[in-house]
């Protein structure tokens, strides 16, 4: 009865892997007069229930009316997902040819998609009382480690903030029973922001920049800063938004996963007297929820964070940054792939509003829009204030002497900025002790049974690890196949880089900054801490070490091993090499003192490790885009990548063999490769292969894709596989 009224039938986006709208009646005695478009309901689902998104009332439904069901429930009377981000789901849905329902719940906070409510909800602060500030009362000291915390926090510090600096409940509760703690309900930290830190005085290139920008406060436009590192781009991005701020408008910085420091965030609390909010992943549930919503209500001025947040509800967004615009974490690699960049991109499209994207190392088909003209290319060419570039060193190291992997000149570099009190860093982006287990006898090398790869010899624990699955083993006292005691490692990681230095600078303290030394919450953040007061000499560290942080006494970076991306299948891996070598070169000598850059490698004269060392990132980057225009790779072409996994091969394979057919009859516009094992063959168990789709038109890919995607969710052989589909992919294994 219900359906005969047109109105009364709901279309209700659902987080499910299908790619279309499911239908539902009114719940019973709903008029319908609440329903607000971009509200969350609760419907059945087979034997489940199910949280979604209320998109329309529809005139018709393909299901019959008696096989219908009613809504359960409405959960929200105003709409959560704006029609801003709406757009942009409906856009990033219908790109990356994703289900809508799983693209527009992923854009809430955990809490939400759950269910709980999205009123204002009241979090505990704790602070201190007036009578600790006076009195001398006696504490323990995990007390006073307490007392002291707060001290340094006097906006209050909620009970998420205690446990991640592991301080217990029992002496928060002791502390407030003595009266020195007291606790204040409140749905956000009042800000204690200073922003009284004054802006710089801009040198000629940012002050030609943030004049530019601030010219497009009206429209879309796409920026590409390009400013080495220390040019002060930060500081254009902070003079730009005072700018929008001014104009009571919000403002959404993305940065990398490992870009998101407290030194980020307090430079611009320090600047900004406005609420600052950091999206990081060491937010509680909680926490999500309570900095969703003050996005979502305009109270919070700049967003901070990463990939996903380029999802939050900003109802004033007026600007958006990408900082290290080229970095990797930026790009989703399960799931729903996305591109944080591309999305902020059409964001900022839909909305009218500018965008910056920031780099010193600018992705490839960044570069290539920019000299296109599709971007504004800004670039700042010097290091800003005192500092200076730093200068290169390629050290050949073919028929060296090496000492487990360093050469004699580095040791005796090393040694001389030590003892001048100055800090050094060297970087080696392989954890572990040695990535190969070999036997001397006989030349076996330890392989996870699960990957085919080899296993990662770790020393302290004295375990096996494969760093593609995770799975760990005990080490091995013989050899798997000839029963001899010679397992020997072979090739180096940070653990044994970290054990060569000890060996020879015994009087001097070493940080080794990994996943293997960061995995506990916090400690991170306490390494980078104890490096700063100056406690550590020699920093060793895979690329965790490389982006964003600020080292003023680092005077001397070491490239341990520059010749990896000279062996991948991937084509991108010359790009990410200069990349990661110019960031990594980027810590040195950021203040007043010239910093030195030394580059161990078997390929001195390689001619593009030249551009990059000696003349710049402009011509490495212009002599790879040659290579990329001579052999139609992107940007000069366009990829979609099918994936599929199975436990045997034939079933993965076979599956894009018929995937590959319905694409056969599109003719020249769109080729295809493969299907092929993918560069990783096995992983954790499956078998995977992929086949690659290539055009010289996006349109055309994406009219193809559309076309045959329902035709693939259609085959039957999909049951046997897990299969994936990934636009405009950013890494081919
Ligand atoms: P980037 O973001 O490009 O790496 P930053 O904005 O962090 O560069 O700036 C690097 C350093 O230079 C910082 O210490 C910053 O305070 C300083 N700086 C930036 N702009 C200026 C300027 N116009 N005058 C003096 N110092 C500056
Ligand atoms: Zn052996
Ligand atoms: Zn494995």
Known sequence: MNAKNPLKLLQIALPVPFRHYFHYLLPENDGGEHWQVGARVKVPFGSRELIGIFMAFAEQSDVPTDKLKCATQLLDYNSLISNDILELCLWASEYYHHPIGEVLINSLPILLRQGKSADVHQEKYWFLTLQEQQSSLKFTPRQREVVDFIKRHPEGVCANQFKLAGMSKAIIHALNKKGVIGVRLG??????????????????????AVSAI????????????????GSGKTEVYLQVIQHVLNEQKQVLVLVPEIGLTPQTIQRFRERFSVPV???HSNLSKKERLNAWRRAHSGKAKIIIGTRSAVFTSLPQIG??????????????QDNFRYHARDVAIMRAYFKKIP?????????????????????????LPNRAGAAVLPEFFVLDIRNKQLEEGLSQSILDEIRQHVQRGEQVMLFLNRRGFAPVLMCHACGWMAVCTRCDMRMTYHKRTQRLHCHHCDSQTKMFVQCRACDAKELQPVGLGTERLEHVLQKNFPDYSIARIDRDTTQRK???????????SGKHHILIGTQMLAKGHHFPNVTLVTIVDADGGFFSADFRALERMGQLVLQVAGRAGRVEKKGKVMIQTHHPDHPLLHQLFHVSYQQFATMILQERLATALPPYSYFALFRAEAHQIKHAMDFLLEVKKLFHSVGKELQLLGPLPAPMPRKAGRYRVQLLLQATQRPVLQSFLKEWLPEIEKMKMKRRVRWSLDVDPVEMY
């Not at 088909?365 to 800004?378: D, M, P, S």
């Open 187 to 208: 749905d956000e930290n009042p800000s204690i922001n200073d922003g009284n830190k004054q802006s710089l005085q801009l040198n000629e290139a940012q002050a030609h």
């Open 214 to 229: 601030k010219a497009a406060s009206d429209h879309f436009q796409t920026f590409l800063l390009d400013g080495v590192t």
């Open 277 to 279: 909010i950091a999206l």
């Open 319 to 332: 600007l958006i940054v990408v900082d290290e615009e080229h970095d990797l974490s930026f790009k989703q």
């Open 355 to 379: 965008i910056v994207l920031g780099s010193a190392t600018p992705a490839l088909e960044t570069l290539h829009k920019a000299k296109q003209g599709k971007f504004t290319h800004l670039i």
């Open 522 to 532: 916090g400690s991170m953040e306490a390494l980078l801490e104890s490096i700063h």
